[in-house]
């Protein structure tokens, strides 16, 4: 993804904290998310989709953070990973309309989203650095579902991931199974109206 890894924030365990009385019953990837992000670039692009069921989680489980009962923790709390990575041959444009209905979608089916403060508007049609959203669904004061879509100029990857967490689990997470590392110079806050 270049030389800057894209990836979630140590700010995001307090970013999170803030929407933790935000809570819907049902917890789904929205309809016709996976649509949208296949027509999200101006270019076709080559695409790998593969996902860490239950089983797989366990057996990995044992090597994140060297078995530390944080990491195991966070292991536990996951039901699936799936990560779908885009490859594009020349830099891609990201269509604003298409990523508009995907904010909306996720918006209107009760999921909070998270951008990164240093990234502007501008920048995410056409990023030269990647840039991350964050998608978050909630379920009392659980994360049941966590998405995040990384833009970068020639790659593009979504990781989705299901479970019981708690936001310093994703922290444990970072690095492995296709979650971005935490970042310290990202500053992930609620993204403004519209975006």
Known sequence: MGRRRCALSSALVFAVAMFVGASCAVAQQPPGVSEALAHLSDQPGTHVSFTFDRS???FAGRFID???PEGRRAVDALTSITVDAYHYPRPAFYTPEVM????????????????????????????????TDLWFHFRG???????????????????????????????????????????????????????
Request: hydrophobic residues 40%; without cysteine.
């Open 100 to 131: 508009a209905s995907i904010v909306n979608t996720y918006h209107a089916a009760g999921w909070k989203h998270l951008v990164d403060a240093n990234g502007g508007p501008a920048a995410g049609a056409s990023p030269r650095e990647p840039i």
């Open 56 to 58: 797989m989680l366990e």
């Open 141 to 195: 004061i659980e994360i049941d579902d966590v998405t995040v879509l990384v833009r970068g100029p020639r790659t593009m990857n979504l990781i989705q991931i299901s479970g019981a967490l708690r936001p310093l689990d994703l922290v444990h997470l970072g690095g492995h199974f296709g979650i971005p590392r935490v970042d310290p110079n990202a500053v992930m806050v609620p993204a403004p109206d519209g975006r």
């Open 66 to 68: 060297n078995g530390t």
